[in-house]
């Protein structure tokens, strides 16, 4: 019964978060069902005071980086550099165990930010509050979800954070994986701001590939399963896309991309919350066919297919970056696992 409720919660709250997001005029409305995929993945609901903190934490993050990037934007080294600081920090955040939602808008801001620099002042402030909004939207629907279908009181234990030497190798290690990419698509590839926050989804899944804490003979193993699951889910997710996509082709009716959005996030809510082996996966799953899928609501209809096969190909480069990125997390681990054995 709990979990019929815990998915019916789940279900209820991305839907409504897509379909509010289908008639907002911001830009980059996928985010807020994004968002709600990782809140209502809780079983309680965050509280109002971590709520109002994580709203003033994510301004915060949002705006210091339009403002620094913007002044670096003709400094490519120093732009780089700073990066590299935030990055660096956030990884740290997530290892010792931070709220996700605060180390994914914090990922978001240093990853877009300086793409975004690079176009004008008032698009980046203008999609650092967009995005902002799409937070405080998101906290009032998943706060009004758990107000409607009230949990149970649960106790989830934390675990103890690893100390900041064993972590610093890891961190750098991330920095270094994922500095190339974010230039690559910034300064080569030019504003790709879908892949980017693809890109963001992706790397919390190579920093928890990276933070596993196997036994140190099956390090690789372990880091290559986990991969491959993750790289499995997200393009399932682009495949349910691609099926999503075929069928509006013959029925192009809002009505029917809600209901398949319904039906698929509602399979998903079922799946996370019914105790899955793979269950964290299925959320990734969704979050990609969320992203996809929103290609078709939010461009002309002569555009559809551009747009789309466009999202495709990128969901696609992202998840090569995924692929190897973890093949390098996998080396310097095993390298490190070396270096350690002989001293």
């Not at 990037?69 to 003709?74: G, R, S, T, V």
């Not at 990066?83 to 165990?97: D, E, I, K, M, W």
């Not at 269950?279 to 559809?304: D, H």
Request: glycine share 6%.
């Amino acid at each position: 019964m709990v979990k019929d409720v815990n998915a019916l919660r789940f279900t209820a709250t991305v839907w409504l978060c897509f379909a509010i997001s289908l008639v907002l005029p911001t830009p980059m409305g996928f985010v807020l069902p994004v968002l709600a995929v990782s809140l209502m993945q809780s079983p309680v609901a965050i509280p109002f005071r971590a709520g109002a903190f994580l709203l003033l934490y994510s301004a915060g993050w949002l705006f210091a980086c339009a403002v620094l990037f913007d002044a670096l934007q003709n400094w490519l080294w120093a732009s780089l550099l700073a990066q590299a600081a935030g990055l660096g920090l956030v990884f740290y955040f997530q290892a010792r165990g931070n709220n996700i939602l605060l180390v994914l808008i914090a990922m978001v801001s240093l990853l877009l930010m300086p793409t975004l620099a690079h176009m004008s002042v008032k698009v980046t402030v203008a999609l650092a509050g967009a995005l902002l909004f799409y937070m405080l939207l998101g906290l009032l629907a998943s706060w009004l979800a758990f107000w409607l279908l009230p949990p149970k009181q649960i106790h989830t234990p934390k675990e103890t954070p690893e100390p900041v030497a064993e972590l610093l190798p890891i961190i750098l290690c991330m920095v270094a994986v994922v500095l190339p990419i974010s230039a690559w698509l910034q300064y080569v590839h030019g504003t790709q701001v879908f892949a980017l926050v693809l890109v963001a989804l992706m790397v919390q899944q190579v920093a928890a590939v990276a933070l596993l804490k196997p036994a140190p003979g099956e390090v690789s193993r372990e880091i290559l399963a986990r991969a491959r699951h993750f790289i499995f889910a997200n393009l399932l997710g682009g495949s349910v896309a691609l099926l999503a996509y075929l069928l509006l082709q013959s029925w192009p009716y809002a009505a029917v991309l809600l209901l398949v959005v319904g039906g698929v996030v509602a399979v998903a809510g079922r799946l996370i919350w019914s105790g899955f082996r793979y269950a964290k996966f299925v959320a990734s799953a969704c979050n990609a066919f969320i992203v996809l899928i929103s290609g078709i609501a939010f461009v002309e209809a002569a555009q559809v297919d551009v747009k789309f096969i466009d999202r495709y190909f990128q969901l696609l480069l992202a998840v090569g970056y995924f692929l190897i990125a973890s093949f390098v997390v996998i080396r310097l681990r095993a390298f490190r696992y070396r270096l350690t054995t002989k001293g």
